[in-house]
């Protein structure tokens, strides 16, 4: 089993759609979690961090669920601008004391007029 | 603008060539990466630097070397360059990593590589 596994899309929804994405990861101590969004040949760049007791931002939301391991984002009032690859990053326990982030491949969403 | 930035943008090696990927941040981050992305791969750690003057191998490191010249900079050098180097390259800082890792990574807008 990969270590963060997501769904790969694509999700094509139309504007003004909601739209959710989840995220499983495998290893149970997983500290912190974090979702990124990466443009076409861009550079991923951080969205969110998602917190135990869920958070917002805006128009999205994140969620965590520790006891089934998967943390999602759910997206409201799509805009076009929002097309993008999704990415559940996932930190975990490595080489002794470090930690290292994971991530996942990423979900694709396109968001049309 | 405050951030990361990484040069050059583009690169074409003929097999066995070396070269080195510049990194420099202005965020007075203490931890530094270098990552390389591939089709099908996601993001994969190269090397890291939790903190100034030192420096750490992550999950593919070989065929890479790294400097951590100052806080601000972090190169990647490629020594002998292979075809399976051809990747797009990244590198990012954040705050504090290392042992804690909890922090948002800030990205560079890559290197694409091809070794012919």
């Known amino acids: 089993r990969k270590e963060v596994e997501q769904d790969p899309g694509p999700f094509n929804v139309p504007e003004g759609a909601t739209v959710a994405f989840n995220c499983t990861y495998s290893?149970?101590?997983?500290?912190?979690f974090f979702w990124y969004r990466q443009d076409c040949r861009k550079e991923p760049k951080l969205l969110m961090s998602v917190y135990s007791s869920g958070n917002e931002d805006g128009r999205f939301t994140a969620q965590l669920n520790r006891a089934s391991q998967y943390i999602s984002l759910l997206i409201r009032d799509s805009k076009l601008s929002d097309s993008a690859t999704y990415l559940c990053?996932?930190?975990?326990?490595?080489?002794?004391?470090?930690?290292?982030?994971?991530w996942g491949l990423g979900t694709s969403l396109a968001v049309n007029p | 603008n405050a951030g990361v930035t990484q040069t050059p943008k583009f690169q074409v090696l003929k097999t066995g060539q070396s070269m080195t990927l510049q990194c420099a941040q202005d965020?007075?981050?203490?931890?530094m990466y270098w990552y390389r992305q591939d089709p099908g791969m996601g993001l994969r750690l190269i090397y890291y630097s939790a903190s100034e003057g030192t420096t750490d191998k992550g999950e593919v490191p070989n065929g890479y070397n790294v400097s951590r010249l100052n806080k601000r900079e972090f190169s990647l050098r490629l020594e002998s360059a292979a075809p399976s180097q051809t990747s797009v390259y990244f590198c990012?800082?954040?705050?504090?990593?290392?042992?804690?890792?909890?922090?948002?990574?800030?990205f560079g807008s890559g290197t694409r590589l091809t070794v012919v």
């Open positions: 990012a800082s954040t705050l504090r990593g290392g042992t804690t890792a909890n922090y948002g990574y800030t």
């Open positions: 990053v996932v930190n975990i326990a490595w080489a002794g004391n470090n930690r290292k982030l994971i």
């Open positions: 965020m007075n981050h203490n931890s």
């Open positions: 290893n149970s101590a997983s500290q912190s």
